[in-house]
């Protein structure tokens, strides 16, 4: 038996969309409503925050996937997880973490990644980390600016990123979850095929639509400053402004980890883009804060 926990969140849904019907898989949900479509799976109703309904997600797992929503209480709850695994008799946990872990990052959401990651590592449990850049998909949340404006404002300065795709990144961590025992203590960092600066992917999503986009460098502080305007918890404001220097060069580069899961390339920007094309002429995004 497989569990994944995050099962509605993006990531998690592609895991599911690439196991379901091929293997045993128990899906982790908070609201049962929300999983209505997440197909020929078994369904537990629980929170990382309900110690029993942890214990009865548990119960009979092989293998776990381990992922959830962003947020400050992020370290504790995974804790809570893992302590019910271990209870449990689970084997092997693939922990989505991120590029950019560590202990000393200026991203809070980076330290909590590598807080667990710790954890696993100090624990009986086996463990594979899976690493991804930024999604592709944050751009999503930029269309809106995108229709009304032909601008594309981020935090990002002038430095090329390995962008990837949530979709390979699903697909890559259901190949895991059917074979975990060939990636015991293994750490994949899960990148786009090419590094490219923003002004470079504003050049694309121009040149997908047919007008000009045009690229503009937000001060991560005036960025942080307008998130907070729009309602964004400073929590999460401080993580998006501040996200640009949570990369070191070296992890700025492109990996072939994520082509070894797949085996077959990693999806490029324009083949994102041309499959998201009418939510840019729309502006009709949903946000990925």
Do not use: C
Not at 87 to 115: E, F, N, T, W
Not at 132 to 152: C, E, I, K, T, W
Not at 185 to 198: C, S
Request: charged share 25%; proline share 5%.
């Amino acid at each position: 038996m497989i569990l994944v926990t995050g099962a509605t969140g993006q990531v998690g849904r592609g895991v599911i969309a690439h196991l379901a019907g091929t293997a045993d898989v128990r899906a982790l949900v908070r609201d049962r409503a929300a999983a209505a479509d997440l197909g020929d799976v078994e369904v537990a109703v629980g929170s990382f925050e309900d110690a029993g309904s942890l214990e009865r997600a548990t119960a009979g797992v092989r293998t776990l996937f381990l992922a959830g929503r962003d947020n400050p209480d992020q370290v504790a709850q995974h804790a809570r997880v893992l302590a019910a695994a271990a209870a449990a008799g689970v084997q092997h946990v693939v922990k989505l973490s991120a590029i950019g872990a560590s202990a000393d990052s200026p991203v809070a959401l980076m330290r909590a990644h590598h807080a667990t990651e710790e954890q696993l590592r100090a624990s009986d449990l086996r463990w594979t980390f899976l690493r991804p850049h930024l999604y592709m998909q944050n751009l999503l949340r930029f269309a809106g600016d995108v229709a009304a404006s032909g601008r594309l404002a981020a935090p990002m300065d002038d430095r090329r990123v390995p962008l990837v795709d949530v979709r390979d990144v699903g697909a890559a961590a259901a190949g895991v979850l059917r074979a975990p025992e060939d990636h015991t203590g293994r750490t994949y960092a899960l990148t786009g095929p090419q590094a490219l600066r923003y002004a470079e992917v504003a050049d694309r999503i121009g040149d997908l639509i047919g007008r000009p986009i045009v690229y503009e460098a937000v001060a991560p502080e005036r960025f942080r400053a307008g998130l907070l305007a729009a309602g964004v918890p400073a929590w999460r404001a401080d993580d998006l402004a501040a996200i640009a220097a949570a990369y070191t060069d070296a992890e700025n580069v492109p990996s072939p980890d994520l082509e070894s899961l797949l085996d077959r390339p990693a999806t490029p920007i324009e083949r994102f883009l041309a499959d998201h094309r009418d939510v840019f002429l729309a502006g009709a995004a949903r946000s990925h804060l």
